[in-house]
């Protein structure tokens, strides 16, 4: 079973400033796809960024990049020049990558209540 | 436009009753999803189907009932068997279970019991 650790409940932040949010999973799987999903006040679920484990690039998405540290089980999302549509809970997921695997859904953390100050 | 489309936004019913949830997309996405969100807490999956007339049970399946007799349509009941039915349903598909692993989300149902 894979579990997903978002440590931070909350962070705010001034506008135009970078953030980044943390994420640790736990898997024995050796391939897997990591998510940042976004949801705002509307509830809406809203796919940021996604990350291949087999690949060390780390996935960018305009202001949105991660840090993928396989070895270390993390991937945090880093927002630069924060804006206050950013305001949202932000989500980590993982799904493993084996045959099949992508239908066995996602496993989410708890998520990050992100706010952007004026 | 393609989507996922959930209705009703809110949904409130008694205690003891049991209530369908609706879930249709229509963009031919094989596998379609369930997950129930609570207040500080992420997403937790209920059911998943991958394809027609298919569906498995997901970490928190008790108390649910699901059926996929169309590939557009995975609807979601909620039995009164349910000890705490009061959440934020969110459905979810992708297009094929083994070589996309990105779920696209509907809006969401807010189901009060009393």
């Known amino acids: 079973a894979q579990t997903v650790t978002q440590s931070q409940p909350e962070m705010s932040v001034q506008e135009a400033e970078t953030v980044t949010l943390s994420c640790t999973y736990d898997?024995?799987?050796?391939?897997?796809?990591l998510f940042w999903y976004k949801q705002p006040p509307s509830r809406q679920m809203i796919l940021v960024i996604r990350?291949?484990?087999?690949?060390?690039q780390n996935a960018t998405e305009n202001r949105f990049s991660v840090n993928f540290q396989k070895a270390a089980k993390s991937f945090s999302l880093k927002i630069s020049d924060s804006q206050l549509g950013d305001t949202a809970m932000y989500f980590c997921?993982?799904?493993?990558?084996?045959?099949?695997?992508?239908?066995?859904?996602?496993?989410f953390g708890k998520g990050t209540h992100l706010i952007i100050q004026p | 436009d393609g989507g996922i489309t959930q209705s009703p936004k809110y949904l409130f019913r008694k205690e003891g009753q049991n209530v369908t949830l609706s879930c249709e997309q229509n963009l031919n996405h094989d596998a379609m999803y369930w997950y129930r969100q609570d207040p500080g807490q992420g997403l937790r999956l209920i059911y998943y189907?991958?394809?027609?007339?298919?569906?498995q049970k997901g970490d928190i399946a008790e108390g649910y009932s699901v059926s996929r007799e169309k590939k557009e349509s995975f609807p979601l009941t909620v039995t009164s068997a349910q000890k705490n039915p009061t959440a934020f349903y969110l459905c979810?598909?992708?297009?094929?279970?083994?070589?996309?692993?990105?779920?696209?989300f509907g809006p969401g149902t807010r189901l009060t019991v009393t």
């Open positions: 997921a993982f799904i493993p990558m084996y045959s099949g695997g992508g239908a066995d859904g996602l496993t």
């Open positions: 979810a598909s992708s297009p094929r279970p083994d070589n996309s692993y990105e779920q696209y």
């Open positions: 189907s991958q394809i027609v007339n298919d569906f």
């Open positions: 990350q291949e484990a087999y690949k060390q």
């Open positions: 898997t024995s799987e050796s391939n897997y796809y």
